[in-house]
């Protein structure tokens, strides 16, 4: 079993789809996605997982994950981003345009608050971060690098979107 720890938008879905990873029948590439349940193992249906910390609710089912997942993995990646404020941004515009992977439609925009969706991206981001640290450091594993793959290419994005002005440093490293 091959266990991705993933955080949003650090290129998760395409790094899962790349091992041999396939969509589940209920949500895409998240097997645990917060919509669909609030925890369940591993289904001997599937042998690549993508799990975001949020997705098992941190402390919430932490032991669990651990058990179910971590312990039973071949093999542990984590997809991280170095550039904090792109990975903010990225999850803004995909959360304001619907516009989430290449090969999906886009979908209606959120008209919810920008600031709103700032704040609640940020909060995110950094929990699974912390989270992602916190795992590596127990478990080991590979660091995946979106900046590492795809030669540097970046994604098309279909929606005009302004990227918001952050004056952050690069936290990545400090965490690992």
């Not at 879905?13 to 097997?31: A, K, M, N, P, Q």
């Not at 279909?158 to 490293?173: F, L, M, V, Y």
Request: aromatic residues 14%; proline residues 3%; neutral net charge.
């Amino acid at each position: 079993m091959i266990t991705i720890v993933a955080n949003y938008r650090t290129g998760s879905s395409t790094f899962y789809r790349s091992l041999g990873g396939v969509d589940h029948r209920d949500h895409g590439t998240e097997y645990l996605h917060n919509n669909i349940c609030e925890y369940r193992p591993p289904s001997p249906e599937y042998s690549v997982y993508k799990v975001m910390p949020d997705q098992f609710y941190y402390k919430k089912y932490y032991e669990n994950f651990k058990e179910d997942y971590l312990r039973n993995s071949d093999e542990i990646y984590y997809t991280v981003r170095e550039n904090i404020c792109d990975q903010i941004n990225s999850h803004i515009y995909a959360g304001k345009t619907s516009d989430w992977h290449p090969w999906d439609g886009v979908g209606a925009p959120n008209l919810n608050e920008e600031q709103d969706i700032v704040d609640a991206c940020k909060t995110m981001i950094l929990n699974c971060l912390k989270w992602q640290a916190k795992i590596y450091k127990e478990w080991g594993g590979t660091l995946i690098w979106l900046e590492d793959r795809n030669d540097g290419k970046k994604y098309s994005r279909r929606r005009k979107k302004n990227n918001i002005r952050s004056t952050w440093e690069s936290i990545i490293a400090r965490e690992f």
